[in-house]
């Protein structure tokens, strides 16, 4: 009997641009890659692959596609689950004749059965099945916990095989093993604990950041298995932001993944978007977590301040024009965090001899009481370059607002200043030339400072980027005007 083990992708459905249907091209491709790098299985039409908003059409067609390109190489677990048992039976007997190793079943959703209709549904398909098939677990999804007690009576059924836990909770997974290791496999379907997950017994992954980097799963599972847990931890330390990001998204974060790294996916289906489930601040984090990795390659790029034209390694994407030039005034907007540590910034970056120069002299020269403006500086009293001025966009009124903005924030917005060189974002050898004027919000009620330094440096990094890259550009701001949000009330 088929038992599942080892790294496999949750598989994204790949569709066309507009979002209207399943691109094959793509989705061969997406597998080929996923194999190539090494994972030991692939499933599609799971939670990642948006099987809720496929028709029952289009979820055959995927399962049918992958079975075909994968032609045996690796198994393929398909998602069959459905609400109802009847429609739930049908698409398991579909994926074992389109030659499908096993079938991932979800707990039935949205009714919410109670124990006895859980048991007989998973007990029903099995019976009039004969394929493996992996429980699947996911009550942050369903509403519904497929309780260790349910999965004990269930790991009796000879063709239910395995489990898939999503719920990342690791003493479930635990009590589970206790109980049934040595009948079924348990998968971590929960990227930020697979290392622990792995390390107390689970045979394997199940996760949508291996549609993204399965390669280091691989590695990562490899390492458990030879009893090399601190290689383990450190490469899951390496990824735990992309982890965090992708498990909170799901396939928002993911598709925005593969799309920044060129393996095109095309978008999410409605009401799933970005600015919603993965947030404009996170898709940033997430774009500099990949390049930090290398799955963002860099490109030349070059940069035209005055009459220097500076070529460098600069990690690029599609949006990042290959020439980047007239520096005489851009502009950058940013958001982090939420609640009274938020931080917010808007700066311009430009030449010194340009009008941000004039602004930053006019500035110095006459501050408006309650914005007085100040220099960047890192301790001890080291001023940044480009020299930044700081203005703070919420009137001051008490000295415990004044230390916030010209305590944590200011020192942020100097850090960011000093990385954002030093990973050649701002060309080194154009600091001489050019100034930044940042507004920053810093909200009245803030106490945490280092949230506030934490939120603020995220901002002033993200900002700067898009003032170099000249983001947003008409064609994002067009693709995203209905979904803009207010900073500080998060809807629409």
Known sequence: MFKPEGIMPALVTPFTDDGKAVDEERLRFLVNRCIELGVHGVVPCGTT??????????????????VDEVNGRVPVIAGTGASGTDQALEMAKYAKDVG???????TPYYLKPADRGIYEHYDTIASKVDMPIVLYNIPQCTGVQLTWQMVEDLAQIPNIVGLKDSSGQLSYILAVL???????????????VVVAALAAGCSGAILASANVIPDIWVQIYNHIKNGELQKARELQ?????????????????????????????GPVRLPLSVGGELTYENREELRLELEKIGKIEPKPVTFQIA?????????????????????????????????AEVAHIDLVIGRKDGPVGAAFVKAKAAPTPGHEPL?????????????????????????????????????????????SVADGTIPKEAVEDLVIIANVFVH????????????????????????IEGRPTIDELIENKERAKHPFKYSP
């Open 178 to 192: 206790e109980k049934v290791r040595d009948k079924i496999n348990v998968l971590c379907g929960h990227d930020e």
């Open 49 to 66: 692959g948006e099987f809720v908003n496929l028709t029952l059409e289009e979820r055959k067609q995927v399962i049918k596609i992958v």
């Open 100 to 106: 499908a190793d096993a079938a991932l079943i979800v």
């Open 444 to 467: 009245p009620s803030a106490v945490d400072r280092q949230r506030v330094y934490i939120n603020n440096y995220k901002a002033m990094r993200h900002a700067i980027r898009k003032a």
């Open 307 to 339: 009459e220097k034209p500076l070529e460098q390694r600069f990690m690029a994407i599609d949006i990042t024009p290959e020439v980047i030039k007239d520096f005489s005034l851009r502009v950058g907007e940013a958001l982090a965090g939420s609640g």
């Open 375 to 419: 220099l960047a500086i890192l301790e001890p009293n080291l001023t940044v370059k480009p020299l930044t001025l700081i203005v703070p966009t919420v009137t001051i009124t008490n000295m415990r607002q004044a230390s916030m903005v010209y305590g944590p924030a200011q020192t942020a917005v100097a850090k960011a200043v000093v990385d």
């Open 237 to 265: 330390y390496k990824v735990q932001k992309i982890a965090r990001i992708i498990a909170g998204s799901g396939p928002v974060g993911t598709k925005a993944a593969l799309n920044m790294m060129k393996i095109k996916v």
